[in-house]
T-cell receptor
Framework: DSGVTQTPKHLITATGQRVTLRCSPR?????VYWYQQSLDQGLQFLIQ???????AKGNILERFSAQQFPDLHSELNLSSLELGDSALYFC?????????????FGPGTRLTVL | AQSVAQPEDQVNVAEGNPLTVKCTYS??????LFWYVQYPNRGLQFLLK??????LVKGSYGFEAEFNKSQTSFHLKKPSALVSDSALYFC???????????FGSGTRLSIRP
């Protein structure tokens, strides 16, 4: 168990809808990362937050947004969902924002868009 | 721009034999290199990393990796494979001058009894 929790485990929704994925980092970790894992795209970095502030942005679509709250949990919002958004979404946390820190991954949320 | 390549989609090894999972990278600054493993229906788990220092890095579960600057490689190795090592392995790189981490496409390691 990495200490990172994600809810829900599974999410099934329809095209055009909006969903929110939640992540709680390990106790004491300030950085949260979001990733999308799909069969054709592999593991794609979406966005990083450090202590409430956006730190780095990857291949995140404009339909997607994220935030990190004062208690350090983070939410990833996906809107106007398309079939291609079906994927596993992982969050990971590290103790600081340093580039050399290893990341601890949550179990993921499997999103299915029908 | 930074990139990382795992040239093999799948590696098959007999139990007890040595294994190698290949990774090559491209960065403009100094590389920070990582290996992660993903078991079915689980998140990624950290195995080992190279930041600086000794080119041979030892990690979890008996794995090690060798940083080769001239060949821009960071291959994952284990002297004697176990069936329980069967999983998906990801190499990742961070450029010291960039803020993003890039993951390779993953290599599925299959160890036959």
């Amino acid at each position: 168990d990495s200490g990172v929790t994600q809810t829900p485990k599974h999410l099934i929704t329809a095209t055009g809808q909006r969903v929110t994925l939640r992540c709680s980092p390990r106790s004491g970790d300030l950085s949260v990362y979001w990733y999308q894992q799909s069969l054709d795209q592999g593991l794609q970095f979406l966005i990083q937050y450090y202590n409430g502030e956006e730190r780095a942005k990857g291949n995140i679509l404009e339909r997607f947004s994220a935030q990190q709250f004062p208690d350090l949990h983070s939410e990833l919002n996906l809107s106007s969902l398309e079939l291609g958004d079906s994927a596993l979404y992982f969050c990971a946390s590290t103790s600081g924002g340093a580039l050399e820190n290893e990341q601890f991954f949550g179990p993921g949320t499997r999103l299915t868009v029908l | 721009a930074q990139s990382v390549a795992q040239p093999e989609d799948q590696v098959n090894v007999a139990e007890g034999n040595p294994l190698t999972v290949k990774c090559t990278y491209s960065v403009s600054g100094n590389p920070y290199l990582f290996w992660y493993v993903q078991y079915p229906n689980r998140g990624l788990q950290f195995l080992l990393k190279y930041i600086t220092g000794d080119n041979l890095v030892k990690g979890s579960y008996g794995f090690e990796a060798e940083f080769n600057k001239s060949q821009t490689s960071f291959h994952l190795k284990k002297p004697s494979a176990l069936v329980s090592d069967s999983a998906l392995y990801f190499c990742a790189v961070r450029d010291s001058s960039a803020s993003k981490i890039i993951f390779g496409s993953g290599t599925r390691l299959s160890i036959r009894p």
